[in-house]
């Protein structure tokens, strides 16, 4: 196994760290644990290991329903709930 003998350091946002870490520790890692495994996702497939996007969530369902990657059908109130907890950063 290579030792670990580089860092990175990098500044964020201090609420988007705790958001982050929270999700993260109901996922049983830790943030040093996910840039790793982030980047060795990108050496293994040299492609990001997420979808970055510009699109609205809005722009984004109706490219999924034009594409086809639409599995079910979501009642009106169930879809309001979820983007209620969107970020509005």
């Given at each position: 196994m290579p030792t670990k003998d580089s860092t990175i350091s990098?500044?964020?946002d201090s609420?988007?760290?705790a958001s982050v870490q929270q999700d993260l520790e109901k996922m049983g890692l830790d943030?040093?644990?996910?840039i790793?495994?982030?980047l060795k996702a990108v050496n293994r497939t040299h492609d990001l290991p997420?979808?970055?996007s510009a699109l609205?969530?809005?722009?984004?369902?109706?490219?999924d329903v034009k594409a086809g990657?639409?599995?079910?059908?979501?009642?009106?109130?169930?879809?309001?709930?979820?983007v209620k907890e969107y970020p509005t950063n």
């Amino acid at each position: 196994m290579p030792t670990k003998d580089s860092t990175i350091s990098v500044r964020i946002d201090s609420e988007l760290k705790a958001s982050v870490q929270q999700d993260l520790e109901k996922m049983g890692l830790d943030l040093s644990t996910y840039i790793i495994m982030a980047l060795k996702a990108v050496n293994r497939t040299h492609d990001l290991p997420f979808k970055p996007s510009a699109l609205s969530p809005l722009e984004e369902a109706l490219a999924d329903v034009k594409a086809g990657r639409v599995t079910k059908a979501v009642s009106l109130e169930d879809y309001l709930k979820e983007v209620k907890e969107y970020p509005t950063n």
